[in-house]
């Protein structure tokens, strides 16, 4: 099916990058680089000259770290979503967070998407967006709370059960209201997985793609690639990049990134590839 959020529809065949803005002081990644509100806006803009047709902002770290209740939450993230919103109104604003409170304040802020990545830990999140109109992720986080992580963790069948989890929240969400058209699932790489469990899922991605529900993958430097090629947080690009390949192969609607040029260019390369997009330039053998 399309994948329709506010403006942007993404067919069956296309792609769309997902740029993350993290207004958090600890990030994995960043460090921090986008916590001031300023240099987030300035990183929007950049991301979006890039090619990201979405941003997704993230009020708190996903991994253990310090307590973030919901009003500070909210401080991060309502007021940012509302000038990324009003600056760039192409652009469809995702939030990540799995709290029903927030989920409720960043709508009206301009939210177009809200990004659960712990896997319906607060199942008000769905009715929410049902209530509200507006796209959600669907993701399998297994059998971890919110900001912890995975331990010995095992599955009988990881393909299987991740099929499972993110069918049985996206036919949910649609039995609440959600539009089928709004609703992505994603495996959620990393996220109660070890690294064994996320180069399975990104070999099988076909099996979610299947589905018929629009796909996001959110592979960008993490723990999986830094494994598999015993490299640190900063060195993960190409790696990454590998893996983001393989997932456009597969299906994979939207992906997840911290660098977004190199990215689009990976997915415009496997889609020409594949047939599905020309050539930006055919001179070679033609004049």
């Not at 207004?23 to 300035?42: E, H």
């Not at 070999?203 to 830094?226: A, I, Q, W």
């Not at 040029?261 to 594949?274: F, G, Q």
Request: hydrophobic share 45%; with cysteine; net charge negative.
């Amino acid at each position: 099916m399309d994948l329709r959020l506010g403006p942007l529809t993404v067919h069956p065949g296309e792609h769309a990058v997902m740029a993350i803005i993290n207004r958090t002081p600890d990030s994995f990644y960043d460090r921090g680089s986008t916590y001031a509100f300023d240099a987030a806006l300035d990183r929007v803009a950049q991301v979006v000259d890039e090619g990201a047709a979405i941003v997704d902002v993230g009020g708190v770290k996903a991994g253990p770290g310090d307590v973030v209740d919901v009003a500070t939450e909210l401080r991060r993230v309502v007021p940012f979503v509302e000038a990324v919103a009003q600056q760039h109104p192409s652009v469809v604003v995702s939030v990540d967070t799995w709290r029903a409170d927030v989920a409720r304040e960043v709508v009206p802020a301009g939210a177009r998407l809200l990004n659960d990545t712990w896997s319906g830990a607060d199942p008000d999140l769905a009715m929410v967006a049902a209530e509200t109109g507006v796209g959600l992720v669907c993701s399998h986080a297994g059998p971890l709370a919110p900001r912890s992580r995975p331990h010995r963790v095992e599955y009988t069948d990881v393909v299987g059960e991740v099929l499972a989890r993110v069918t049985a929240l996206a036919d949910r969400a649609v039995a609440l209201g959600v539009a089928a058209e709004a609703i992505l699932i994603d495996p959620t790489h990393d996220f109660g997985k070890n690294t064994y469990h996320s180069l399975a899922l990104t070999r099988h991605l076909d099996v979610l793609v299947e589905t018929g529900y629009p796909v996001l993958v959110s592979l960008s430097n993490k723990d999986f690639v830094g494994e598999t090629l015993q490299r640190g947080v900063g060195e993960r690009l190409t790696g990454t990049l590998a893996a983001t390949a393989v997932a456009r192969w597969l299906g994979a609607r939207v992906v997840r990134a911290h660098e977004v040029a190199p990215t689009l260019e990976v997915l415009d390369m496997v889609a020409s590839i594949r047939g599905e997009r020309p050539p930006s330039v055919a001179r070679r053998g033609l004049a």
